[in-house]
C-alpha cells in the first residue's frame, strides 16, 4: 500500500507541474479541471460534419485559440432526483427522465457524461454502461479519481421521442487491492450535473408552447430557477397569485423542483421567466407588446432570446381571472414519452401505494440480475398515503425470488434497509448454495413512513478466496448471487390517520394544508424578497408533494386571516418569543447561537446563484444546492424577537465571535446534559401521566396527546434552518388541522431563501420526519427529533375497520396503556370469575 500511494503522490505532482496557471486558477474558481474523451474515438472538440484536421484548412491563430472551447455545444441538464447524483458500491444504477419537445428529438444527439471516482476504482475492472430508452449506446472503463472527465456517446437516430425519455447510468466497480466487504463501500462514481446532459438543440423559440414548459432545462444543481419579474412592489393579493402561478409551474414540471428569485427578467440557458398580474398592472412593464390585449384569463409564452430565457405572462383583467388561468396552467395536458421514459417519471417521484396490494419489482424498477462481486445492493422507492399511520400492527412482506452459490462463508446473508436503518436479515446458511423461490422477509410497519420510503435490499455473499484477494479473485467472473425481478412486495391494509405534529406527513402530501376544510394560511411577517422567494419556493414543493395546488391565504401575522392549518416562513427576528415556545423551541438558545448570523449580509461581489461544483464538493457527495453564500457582519439593529447584546470583542472581531459561540454552546450542551436514567424515568412519568389521563380524564385524550406547555428542545449550533410543528396551545390542539402550526426560520432571510433552496432538494427533502427538522444547509446535513405526543385526526370517512387498526396503533405506540388495559381485563375476568364460581353448587356444612 505505501508503494502505491507514494507513486499515487508522484502522479498528483506530474499533473500540478503540466497544467498551466490558467486551469489552475479555473479549478480553484469555477469548477473542477475537465478531462475530455470519448468512447471509443472520436474527437470531442470537433464538430461530427467537421473535416479531420488532416484536411481542415488552417484557421486564423485568433480562432485556431478559441475554437476547442467555442465548438463544445451545451448539454441539456438533468433534473435531480432522489437517486442524487452518485453511484455506490460494487453494482449501482441511476434514472434520470428527461422531457424533449419534437425539435429537440431530431437531428444527431449525443449524452454526454461528466465524472469523478474514487481513486480505489480499478479501471480494468470498472465499467460505466450508459442507455437511452432502455437501448445500451455505449460503454466506457471508469478511470477519474483525480480529475473529471467527460464522454460523449452518440444516441442512434430516431431513438429520441417527444415527452419523457429515459436516461440510465449502470456503473460495475471493482476495488484496486482490496476484495473484503468493508472495501466495496470506498467504491464511487459521482456524477458532475452542471456538465452531464443530453447534446440535443436547445428549446426552439419559434415553436415554444404552454405544453413544452415540461422541457424548460435545469440548471446545473438539477433544480428549475423560477425569476419572478414585478415592476414595482406587489401587494398582498398580486403576491398571492404569484406563489399560485408558482405552484402551478411546479406540478406541469413534475420533476425539476422550482427554486424561486424575485428580480429582473433572467437570461442564461436554464430557467424561466414568470410574469404575473391584471392587465393594469402589466401595462407599465417593458417587453410585452406582443401579447396583445387581455380580454380575459390568459396565459402566453414568450419565447426566450439572448438576452432573456423563455417567459410565462400569467394575465387577466381581474385577480379572479388570474386565478382562472393559473387553474388552466395546473391542469396541464397530456403527458407524452417513451415507454421507458414515462416509467422513469414515475420512478424518480416513488411507486404510490394505498395498501391491500401486491406488486412485483420488476415494476418497482429491480431488474433480474446475476452478481459476481461480494455485496449486491439494489434500491427502490415506494410511497405511501400521506395520512398512512405507522405502528406496529401489521407487517409488509417481502418475497425474494433467486439464488446464491455454493462455497459462501458464514457471514452470507439478505439485508434489508428501511429508510436507512436495518429492517431485517437473513442468513444463507446453505453451504452447498440453494435455489430460493418466495423466501418471504417481513418489515415491520412501524419503520414505514408517510410518503416517500427507500427499500434497499443488500447481499452480502463473501467467498474464502477474498481474504487473499489475488488476480484470479479480483478478475473472477464466477456469478455469487441471482435475484429474479418476478419478486414481489405486498402491502396490508394500512390505517389511515394523521398524525401531528408530523412533519413527514407534511411534506409527503402537505396533509394539512389539503384536508383541511378552512383555507390555509400563508403566514409572511416580513415582506422582503428574499423571505418571499423562500416562501414561493417552499409553497411550489408542497404543491407538488400534493399533487395538486393549495390555495394558500396570505397573511401578514398569525392573528390576521382565516383560522385554518398555518405556514409560517420567516427570519427568526420576525417570530414572537411566545411563538417559538409553544412550539417547543428556546427562544434564549435560539438567539445565543444565531445572534452572530442574524447580523450577516451577503459579501461584496456574491450573486444569489449557486456557485459551480469543486472536487472537494463531488468528492463529499454534497446535494448540489447546498450551499451558503460568503457572509460579512453588518452593524446590528434593534429587535424584539432576537437581542443585540454581545461583547465588544465580539464586535471587533467578527469571525472569532462566531466560532467561540459556537464552542461555547457545544461546552454548555455538554454539561448541561442530563443522564440516561433521568432521560428514561421522565419517559415512564410521561407515560404515568397519559395512563392516568386515559382513565380518570376525558376519553377523548386516549387518541389525544398534546402537552399543554411542551418540552423544548436543543437546536444543534450549525443549524441554518429550523422547520417545526405542532400546536401553539391546547386548546388548538382541539381543532385537528386546523389548529397546526409549521414554523419554517432561518436566522436571517438571506440564509432562509438559501436554505430553502436546499431544503427542498429531493435527496434532503425526503429525510424530514418527526416534530423538528435542523438542517445545516453547508453540506445538506438533516437532524430529525421525534415527538413525544401526538393527536390523531381522522382523515377519511369512519369505518369499523378503519377504526380498528388504528386502535392497534396507537395501543402499540403507548405499551404502557396496552398493560394497564391487558391487567384491568385480566383482573375484570377473575373478578367475573370469582363472583360466577361463589354462585355455583352447594356450601358444605
Known sequence: MSTFRVLACLGALGLILQTPAGQAQSFLGSGPTERFSVPPVGDAMRRPDAPPPATRPAAPPEEAQREPVGRIAPARRLAATTDGFRMEGEEATLRFPVYLTEAQTRGRPRLRISYLSAISVAPEASELTVSVNGAVVGRTNIQAPGAVKVVEFEIPEGSLKLGYNAVSLQASQRHRVDCSLNATYELWTQIDPSRSGLVVAPVAAASLELKDLPALEPDHSGALPVRVVANDKPNLPRLERMIHAVEAVGLIGRIARPVVEFGPPMSGRSGLNLIVGTAAELREMPDLESIGSTGGPRLVVLPPRPDRVPTLVVTGTSYAEIEEAIAALARGGEVYGTPAGLKAASLARGTILDGDETVSLQSLGVSTREFSGRLLRTAFDVYLPADFLPADYGKVMLNLAGAYASGLTSDARILVDLNGSNAASVPLAQTRGEVFENN???LPLAKWRPGLNRVAIMAQVPAPADETCGLNATDSKRERFLILDRASLSIPTLAHAARIPDLAATTSGALAFVKSERRPRLVLPTLDKDTVAAAATLAARLAGA????????????????????????????SLSPSTLSGLGLDPDQIRTIWQARAETARAPGQSGSVPAPTLDRLRRNLPPRCSLPELTLRAPAPSPTIASAA??????????????????TKWDETLRARHPVLEAADGVVERGRALLNSVVGDPRALFSAAPSTPATVTVPPGASLIMAQGFPTTAAAQNGFDGSVTVITAPNALLLKASAACLIDPEVWSRIDGRFAFLDASDGSLETVAPRNVELVETKTRSLSNIRLVTAGWLSMNPAIYVALTLG?????GLTTTSLVRNIGRKNG
Open 546 to 573: 400534493a399533487g395538486r395546488m393549495i390555495d394558500f391565504e396570505l397573511a401578514g401575522d398569525m392573528q390576521s386571516g382565516s383560522p385554518g392549518p398555518t405556514l409560517v416562513v420567516a427570519p427568526v427576528r
Open 825 to 829: 381485563l385480566a383482573l375484570l375476568l
Open 647 to 664: 461583547p465588544a470583542e465580539a464586535r471587533r472581531s467578527p469571525q472569532a465571535r462566531l466560532s467561540d459561540g459556537d464552542l461555547v
Open 440 to 442: 418471504t422477509i417481513p
